[in-house]
């Protein structure tokens, strides 16, 4: 497959990391939280809306610069959990 084409990559998942470094205020432990699985289309587009399964803890909220938004394969199952990609517009929101 080609630059512009899903590469075979047919179902993603978006998982949030918050306290990436481990070091924000008191937290010493990273949080993550994935989203529902979603298609990849054949030119590499994936839509996420809606909520996580877990609350967004405050430490997000207090350091969004130390957020990360990851794109991870879900199907081929042979790459299972790979990053692939950032997501760039992200809102997280408390509460």
Do not use: Y
Not at 11 to 28: D, E, F, I, R, Y
Not at 36 to 64: I, K, R, W, Y
């Amino acid at each position: 497959m080609g630059i512009g084409t899903n590469a075979g990559v047919t179902k993603v998942k978006g998982t949030l990391v918050c306290n990436v470094s481990g070091t924000s205020g008191h937290q010493t432990v990273s949080f993550e939280d994935d989203t529902d699985v979603v298609p990849l289309s054949f030119q590499g587009n994936a839509s996420f809306h809606g909520t996580l399964v877990n609350p967004v803890p405050q430490v997000c909220l207090d350091n969004p610069k130390d957020t990360a938004f990851l794109i991870r394969i879900v199907e081929p199952s042979a790459f299972f959990n790979l990053w692939i990609a950032f997501g760039g517009a992200l809102s997280v929101e408390g509460h």
